[in-house]
């Protein structure tokens, strides 16, 4: 058994050392119950109690020092986060574990509002293991939350289930149930005297939160709003340079496309001052754009370049209507994979480019497309003016070929030559006639007709003709495709009949009486507003025409049942002669070829598939019947 101590010295070091290392409050305790127990005397126990005292309250001071100590280096830590991160997210996170760490809590989480929805959500959570409470969203006014953002003022509970100081909702509620959370403090984000947010600590078991712990959650909720300000100027200051960066790159855009348009404008002015055709413009603008361009006229007639995606060298409808639309929007317009741009000269449509190859056109490209329109239409209308003028003077000498061909024809020749007229070529003649009122739009119309091409037209007593150089269309053909479009321009009907073709004075003076006299059958047979030539019309073109080719008509009526009969030995053209003769009674056509009636039939019926349903018409019949009388004539 020890002796009792003598002296309180031993017990003042034991207090000593537990002060050193920071023991637990209860060791403290432990060095006056050791001493009792060893019978220490009364003046020995009260001097070790008073120094047992002292040492707690020494040891409580310690502690608090410490905490202190760590709760400014976790304020000075949140600083530097502030000082040296740019992401919001992280320093948010770094704010809510270091209130879960400090405060000893089970969970910290801050919550936002959401301007647009009116409410709060959980912006960051540390510690939280439940998913309905990560995603919880509290209304203005409801929960501890609410409270908070609504009076701008700290608020904790050591239970919240039990507290009944805010407003309590099943949604929030069962959040926190979910969570298992019990005690709970929140306080506010402050920005200029406004609540920007709530930062909260909690947890799963009662308890009550000290004013210390109350002022350092404070604390941390100031630096949680200064990051958010933080984050708000440079999400401001970024926003403001992206939009600096967005002006400028529209700046520079809009200079480069300026530029661009300046070249292309001085490109095509150079062409225009050095007398440039409008291929030559179409060949510029390919060019500049990277694609396929030609001109068109009005009508979608091809001036320059490649015949559209159909192959046609003729005029395009759809072109015509693209053009128009054109017009319409002032502007080029798309029209399936091309562009269509018109060519103006006030209201007056002159034509148009095709740009083909370009799938798409910006804004700038389209601007140099259309100013391209604008030179084109500057250059079609000189060479319409020139041709104009030079129209009347050649149309001149197209009235003096027609009143006095045999005259000088040596010098009309001449004449010709020097105007740039070759009277040597061959010409389809085509005489074109309308009511007296409109014979002066129609002499403009023909000219309009004639531009971009080497023809001349010229009035000649009461009709206006027109020399077309022989392209190896067919007269009939030609007729009816000016008698159409000289329409079309004149604005009223039109009846054209072709002559020729021919070459020389002598023989364009005969194929313009052939043309007269087509014009005048025309009128004749009620097809006013027509087109045809000799050939076309029949067998009436045999007795207008001057050449009065028999066998081409022959051969135009009868030649499929001529062909088929030396194919197969047959008697197809004698049978149909003899059903004419006999007044189209089978019985005295059997009688006549010495056949059975059946016979007849059949061969009949083998007509009407070699020339069409419509052979015994009365026209068709007439025409058969005299084909059969020349044939007959010319075997004679």
Known sequence: MNEPPESAAPALRRLIDLLASGAATEDFAEVLAEARRQGAPAAVLAEIDAAAWQALRVHRTLRQHRRREAELTALFD??????????????????VRRARMLLGTHTAYLTLPDEEAGDTYMR????????????LRLSLGDGLGGLVAQTARPYATPDYRTDERFHHTGTIDAGVLDEGLVAIIGVPLLLGGRVIGVLFAADRSPRAFSPDEVALLCTL??????????????????????????ANHVIQAHAAVVQRAEQAHDRLTDLVLRGAEAADVAAEVATLLGGEVAVHDGDGHPLTGRPGPDGAAGPSRHLADAFAASRTEGRAVRRGEDWVCAALAGHDLLGGLVLRGRADLDDADRRIFERASVVTALLLLLRRSVAETENRVRGELLADLLTAPDRDPAGLTARGRRLGVDLGRRYLVLVAEADPADRSRLAGAAARHLFGTRGISAEHGEAVVLLLPDDGTAPDRAAADAAERLARLAGCPVTVGAGGPAAGPAALAAAHGEGVRCVRALRVLGREGCGASAAGLGFLGVLLGDGHDVAGFVGAALGPLVSYDARRGTELVRTLRAYFDCGGSLTRAKDELHVHVNTVVQRLDRIEVLLGRDWNSPERALELQLALRLQLLAGA
């Open 221 to 246: 909720a100031a630096h949680a709003a200064v990051a958010l300000d933080t984050a708000k100027a440079l999400a401001d200051t970024r926003a403001a340079l992206t939009d600096l960066a967005a």
């Open 124 to 135: 960051v959570t540390d510690g939280s293991v439940s998913q309905l409470f990560q995603t």
């Open 78 to 95: 949140t600083a530097g986060d502030l000082a040296a991160s740019r992401d919001l997210d992280a320093v948010l996170q770094a704010i």
